[in-house]
T-cell receptor
Framework: KQEVTQIPAALSVPEGENLVLNCSFTDSAIYNLQWFRQDPGKGLTSLLLIQSSQREQTSGRLNASLDKSSGRSTLYIAASQPGDSATYLCAVKEVTGGGNKLTFGTGTQLKVEL | GAGVSQSPSNKVTEKGKDVELRCDPISGHTALYWYRQSLGQGLEFLIYFQGNSAPDKSGLPSDRFSAERTGGSVSTLTIQRTQQEDSAVYLC????????????FGEGSRLTVL
């Protein structure tokens, strides 16, 4: 059974700092990995999608990497801002017959302070 | 529509009543997913639709839970004889056809069972 772990569970940084969020998964047979952010009381907003054949994806100040063989992904946030405060979730799409579902980590709660 | 739309956004019901939650996916998205997010818990997969069929119902927690999708578009999640442990945010997501598709989530329906 696929298990997705995110470390740290919570993180507080001063504005302007670069930071890395970690995601690990136990079964490397995945189609892709997706990073989301969730603001309190809201749904999930997709940030980056990395296909299993890719090593990284970039969007603005965000960069996500994928090392499928070791079961790890990182989300790098450059020059953090208070508006980046949210819970960040990673999820892997498994290669299962007819399943096509995402398995989520429990998230990293990020607070960027002024 | 421009995004995934869910209704109601909030529902308070009494134990034992039936509830229906609705999801309107992004136009043209053939895949539709239901997830549940309980307080302090991660996202739990419930069911996946491809078109009108549900190849993976493995996450439905009991036979009180059912879902249908008609016309390859709108989906309804029905919970019969609600229990207090059903209280959660129910999130719907859709994606284009294919295993590699990016998932887009709605804002969720918050269910409170008194």
């Amino acid at each position: 059974k696929q298990e997705v772990t995110q470390i740290p569970a919570a993180l507080s940084v001063p504005e302007g700092e670069n930071l890395v969020l970690n995601c690990s998964f136990t079964d490397s047979a995945i189609y892709n990995l997706q990073w989301f952010r969730q603001d309190p009381g809201k749904g999930l907003t997709s940030l980056l999608l990395i296909q299993s054949s890719q090593r990284e994806q970039t969007s603005g100040r965000l960069n996500a990497s994928l090392d499928k063989s070791s079961g790890r992904s990182t989300l790098y946030i450059a020059a953090s801002q208070p508006g980046d405060s949210a819970t960040y979730l990673c999820a892997v799409k498994e290669v299962t017959g007819g399943g096509n579902k995402l398995t989520f980590g429990t998230g990293t709660q990020l607070k960027v302070e002024l | 529509g421009a995004g995934v739309s869910q209704s109601p956004s909030n529902k308070v019901t009494e134990k034992g009543k039936d509830v229906e939650l609705r999801c309107d996916p992004i136009s043209g998205h053939t895949a539709l997913y239901w997830y549940r997010q309980s307080l302090g818990q991660g996202l739990e997969f419930l069911i996946y639709f491809q078109g009108n069929s549900a190849p993976d119902k493995s996450g439905l927690p009991s036979d009180r839970f059912s879902a249908e999708r008609t016309g390859g578009s709108v989906s309804t999640l029905t919970i019969q004889r609600t229990q207090q442990e059903d209280s959660a945010v129910y999130l719907c997501a859709s994606s284009q056809q294919g295993a590699g598709g990016e998932l887009f989530f709605g804002e969720g329906s918050r269910l409170t069972v008194l």
